[in-house]
């Protein structure tokens, strides 16, 4: 059973930075892609940041400049830098992860950590 554990969520003031951390436990394998995601009060869930095996990381227009996403394949974690956090960064931060076996792709989901922004 492959379980997603984030940590390092938060309450900070605007301009202030946060890392979020993402462990995969129970995997044997490498994930094709590993990412962040968000879901702000009232919106839905949208991609932050992604990071593919072989691939240069992507970012979300808002964020770009701004976040950092980072992973360790030994360790099968991924990681996300915030900086100059903004209050409209307020939100819970899902981190996700895929695989693909036989042509059927696997997500995966974290629990979800809130990091919120004060103005």
């Known amino acids: 059973q492959v379980q997603l554990v984030e940590s390092g969520g938060g309450l900070v003031q605007a301009g202030g930075s946060l890392r979020l951390s993402c462990a995969a436990s129970?995997?044997?394998?490498?994930?094709?892609?590993m990412d962040w995601y968000r879901r702000a009060p009232g919106k839905q869930r949208g991609l932050v940041a992604s990071?593919?095996?072989?691939?240069?990381?992507t970012y979300a227009g808002s964020v770009k400049g701004r976040f950092t996403i980072s992973r360790d394949n030994a360790k099968n974690s991924v990681d996300l830098q915030m900086n100059g956090l903004k209050p409209e960064d307020t939100a819970v931060y899902y981190c996700?992860?895929?695989?693909?076996?036989?042509?059927?792709?696997?997500?995966?989901w974290g629990q979800g950590t809130q990091v919120t922004v004060s103005s």
């Open positions: 996700h992860a895929s695989t693909w076996t036989n042509r059927v792709r696997y997500d995966y």
């Open positions: 129970g995997s044997t394998f490498s994930f094709y892609a």
């Open positions: 990071i593919t095996n072989g691939d240069a990381p």
